[in-house]
T-cell receptor, first 112, second 111 residues
C-alpha cells in the first residue's frame, strides 16, 4: 500500500503561471482533502472531494483556485496566475470514511 | 468557529525525560481528535486517533487523553529520545469532515 502519493514534491512557478498539484489517494479511499500550510502558520482546510463531486470548498480562495477528483486518475488542485502569496506547502489527505486521515508528503510550491 | 490552541509552542528537553504536550479546542462538539507528527520539510504522520466517545489511546511510548467537556487533550511521551524531535500537531474533526489544526508544538530532545 503506497499511501497517499503527491507530486511533484517541489514546484517552482513564475508569477502569472499555472500550478497543477496532483494527489493519488490510498487504495480504496474515495474521500480526498486538500490543506495548505503557509510559512510559519498551521494547516488550513481548503476543499473536500469525493469522486466527481466537490463536497465542501469553503476553504478555497474565491478566485484562481480550483480542485477536481475525476472518476479516473488523481485529484488535481489547480492554481491559476500564481502570486508570491501562494507559496506554501499543499497537503492532500484521504480517508475511506472518517474517522482517521492519511496525509501525503506534500507539494512545496515556490512562486518566484 | 472551532479554534485549536497548542501549548507550549516550543519545548526543549534532555533525553529520557517524560513530557506532556497540551491541546485545547473551543467547540466541544467534535467527532474525534488526532495527533500528528511533522518532521521538517515532510508530511504528516498520524500518531493517535481518539474518537469522541473515548478517553484515551496508547501506542508504545505515546499516550493521548481526551476530555471533550473541557475541550482539552494531552499527548504524553514517555522516556523521550532524540528521534522524537519534530513538530507535534493536534487536529479536531467537527461536522463536515474537516480537520481544524493547532499551530503545533516544536519538540527538541537533546542527547
Amino acid at each position: 500500500n503506497a499511501g497517499v502519493m503527491q507530486n511533484p514534491r517541489h514546484l517552482v512557478r513564475r508569477r502569472g503561471q499555472e500550478a497543477r498539484l496532483r494527489c493519488s489517494p490510498m487504495k480504496g479511499h474515495s474521500h480526498v482533502y486538500w490543506y495548505r500550510q503557509l510559512p510559519e502558520e498551521g494547516l488550513k482546510f481548503m476543499v473536500y472531494l469525493q469522486k466527481e463531486n466537490i463536497i465542501d470548498e469553503s476553504g478555497m480562495p474565491k478566485e484562481r483556485f480550483s480542485a477536481e477528483f475525476p472518476k479516473e486518475g488523481p485529484s488535481i488542485l489547480r492554481i491559476q496566475q500564481v502570486v508570491r502569496g501562494d507559496s506554501a506547502a499543499y497537503f492532500c489527505a484521504s480517508s475511506s470514511s472518517p474517522p482517521g486521515y492519511t496525509f501525503g508528503s506534500g507539494t512545496r510550491l515556490t512562486v518566484v | 468557529k472551532q479554534e485549536v490552541t497548542q501549548i507550549p509552542a516550543a519545548l526543549s528537553v534532555p533525553e529520557g525525560e517524560n513530557l506532556v504536550l497540551n491541546c485545547s479546542f473551543t467547540d466541544s462538539a467534535i467527532y474525534n481528535l488526532q495527533w500528528f507528527r511533522q518532521d521538517p520539510g515532510k508530511g504528516l504522520t498520524s500518531l493517535l486517533l481518539i474518537q469522541s466517545s473515548q478517553r484515551e489511546q496508547t501506542s508504545g511510548r505515546l499516550n493521548a487523553s481526551l476530555d471533550k467537556s473541557s475541550g482539552r487533550s494531552t499527548l504524553y511521551i514517555a522516556a523521550s529520545q532524540p528521534g522524537d524531535s519534530a513538530t507535534y500537531l493536534c487536529a479536531v474533526e467537527t461536522s463536515g469532515s474537516r480537520l481544524t489544526f493547532g499551530e503545533g508544538t516544536q519538540l527538541t530532545v537533546n542527547p
